[in-house]
């Protein structure tokens, strides 16, 4: 019921292609979706997050576009760079009310080639 | 500017030893503090949340204990270490909408 989950489980893209990555949930009451960024040795970031009332947020190179009847939501990275390479988490999360609940997904690979 | 400070950054420990790892924020007052638990290539795990001094609630138990002995201050322990502890240790607190920020984490190779 409240499972995240992530695909690919990993990518491969040569530098300036666009990564896509993959994310879906069960629990219709989640209403807010960070993405976070890891590499290795180091603790998550977040990189970019958006809302349930919007369907499409951008940050630079970064865009996540987001269907909620469907109940998923992708991580378009455009322009990919070596930099790039790390670990992808998306997390889905409700607020509003008492508690924290943030449920991270199983997470995507990427490794950008130069 | 909020800043959060984990120690060890690595350690390495035998099997029944104990352990003790910190955590402590600067530049936010009464935050929301967490203790999540990170497999080699694997997802994030929360492990304990906290929201004021002296309360700690277990989201798992996984033979580890948690305390909040100072506003600024969460601290993990184990009286005795298991193989299965092993891992990455991440300490976070929540901004708006239950954003995470996470600390530097402390690797743990329980041997």
């Known amino acids: 019921q409240q499972q995240v989950r992530q695909s690919p489980q990993s990518l491969t893209v040569w530098e300036g292609e666009t990564a896509i990555l993959n994310c879906s949930y069960e629990d219709s009451t989640f209403n807010y979706f960070p993405w976070y960024q890891q590499f290795p040795g180091e603790g998550p970031a977040l990189l970019i997050s958006i809302s349930s009332v919007s369907d499409k947020k951008e940050d630079g190179r970064f865009t996540i576009f987001f269907n909620k009847r469907e109940k998923k939501l992708s991580l378009h990275i455009t322009d990919s760079q070596p930099g790039d390479s790390a670990t992808y988490f998306c997390a889905a999360s409700w607020y509003g009310g008492s508690g924290n609940k943030l449920i991270f997904g199983t997470g995507t690979l990427l490794s950008v080639k130069p | 500017a909020q800043t959060i400070h984990q120690w060890p950054v690595a350690e390495i420990k035998a099997v029944g030893s104990p352990l003790s790892l910190g955590c402590t924020i600067k530049g936010k007052s009464s935050p929301n503090l967490y203790w999540y638990w990170q497999a080699t290539g694997g997802t994030l795990q929360q492990l304990f949340y906290?929201?004021?001094?002296?309360?700690v609630e277990s989201v798992v138990q996984l033979n580890l204990s948690a305390s909040r002995p100072k506003d600024d201050q969460f601290i993990l322990s184990t009286e005795k270490l298991l193989l299965s502890h092993s891992g990455f240790y991440l300490c976070?607190?929540?901004?708006?909408?239950?954003?995470?920020?996470f600390g530097e984490g402390s690797r743990l190779i329980v041997v």
């Open positions: 906290s929201i004021t001094v002296g309360q």
């Open positions: 976070a607190w929540t901004g708006r909408r239950n954003t995470l920020y």
